[in-house]
């Protein structure tokens, strides 16, 4: 591992810890940059794996459905909760454990959702609370304490069998940290930064800085949009929790639902430049 990576796991490790200490506000402001800006880097490509004739439709299908997604958060909040919440633990675990079977799949998406409330229902609760907008059954957390507990279980038997230190790392944070804290460290370690590495190879980028750079526009237009959200939350839901959902949710999505269906032919993406850095373009392999 070179040092500009060291470093970076250092200060986000570092920052996770610090605030871990600090208050609701301190740990929701970790979450919205961790999974806000960093998590949802991988996303910002979706546009560039379509091939271009595929491009208005699926704009049209992703604007669509990220506008449902809000009126949903909107209206009716305490069913959006749980759809996002399954929507996600199955994207979760269709993409991390891609060549796993079934129950290795269920494991892996369940645990990103529910094991945070293993060790912490009282702020894993409340959590839900504001975010659905009323008070979270205890036969709710129960069942998410009881899926999380297993899953977690699996996942940890999985990575001491394969010495797999990321997952390892991933899952333990999960179980640890506070929920929003040790999601955001979940997320990024065992979701979003192999997802994004991934997209950096298939769009033809030869670094990370590379892929940034390329789609920089479209990933900072979707933090203006996510903002913008947000603030329109928080004005309805003071504590701010219900804006992170539903911004998250409203880029997460379409991503989840409509960008499966425009990937190249057999689920493989469609090739495509990245002409911050490379300076050629990349050609599918046949």
Known sequence: MTRAPVIGWTMLAGAALAASAGSLPIQLGFAILAIGVLGMAHGASDLAIVAPGRRP????????????CLAWWTGYPQIALPLFLAASAIHFGVEDA???????????GISLVATPAILHREGYGDILAFAAGHGISTTVLFLLIAAGAVATALVLIMAIRRRDGRLLIGT?????????????????????????????QEIGCVSHRAYFRAVAPILLAALLIAAAVGAFFVYREGTGVRALFAGIAALAMPHLLVTPWFEGRAGRPVAYSCPAISGRAQHPQT
């Open 57 to 68: 439709l699926f704009l049209f299908l992703y604007v669509s459905v990220s506008l449902i």
């Open 98 to 108: 891609p060549h796993g079977g079934l129950p290795e799949r269920a494991a892996r």
């Open 172 to 200: 333990g944070a999960l179980l640890v940290l506070p929920p929003l804290i040790g999601f955001s460290i979940g997320f990024l370690v065992l979701h979003a930064l192999p997802q994004t590495d991934q997209r950096r």
